[in-house]
Nanobody, 125 residues
Framework: QVQLVESGGGLVLAGGSLRLSCAAS????????LGWFRQAPGKEREFVGA????????YYARSVKGRFTLSRDNATDTMYLEMNSLKPDETGVYYC??????????????????WGQGTQVTVSS
C-alpha cells in the first residue's frame, strides 16, 4: 500500500524559505515520477515540480524555476522541496503525489495516482 506523508509546512514571511519533505513507502518507486502540487482556496491544483525517480532528474513549473529546488534521498525514498523567495500567492496546501511511468514531464494532476494528505504553507505579506 503506497503511502505519501508530507511535512514541513508552516507560516513564513514573504521572501522567506521553507523546506517540505515527502516520505514515500509501500513499494519501489523506480518506475515512477514523484511530484509536488499546490492548491489555494478556490483554485485548481497546480503543478510545482517533480522528479523522475529512476534518474533523480527534476523538472519544475515555470513559475517556481530558479527559486524552488527538488532533491531526494534514494535510500529512504524521501523527496524534498526547498522553497526560497516565497510569495503570498504561493499560499496553499502542498501535496506530494506519485505517478506511474518514467516518461517526463508529468505535470497534470490526473497523471498522478497516489496522493498525500497535504501540508499547509502560508506566506504572509
Amino acid at each position: 500500500q503506497v503511502q505519501l506523508v508530507e511535512s514541513g509546512g508552516g507560516l513564513v514571511l514573504a521572501g522567506g524559505s521553507l523546506r517540505l519533505s515527502c516520505a514515500a513507502s509501500g513499494r519501489s518507486f523506480s518506475f515512477f515520477n514523484l511530484g509536488w502540487f499546490r492548491q489555494a482556496p478556490g483554485k485548481e491544483r497546480e503543478f510545482v515540480g517533480a522528479i523522475r525517480w529512476s534518474t533523480g532528474s527534476p523538472y519544475y513549473a515555470r513559475s517556481v524555476k530558479g527559486r524552488f529546488t527538488l532533491s531526494r534521498d534514494n535510500a529512504t525514498d524521501t523527496m524534498y522541496l526547498e522553497m526560497n523567495s516565497l510569495k503570498p500567492d504561493e499560499t496553499g496546501v502542498y501535496y506530494c503525489a506519485a505517478a506511474r511511468g518514467v516518461q517526463v514531464p508529468k505535470v497534470s494532476w490526473y497523471e498522478y495516482e497516489y496522493w498525500g494528505q497535504g501540508t499547509q504553507v502560508t506566506v504572509s505579506s
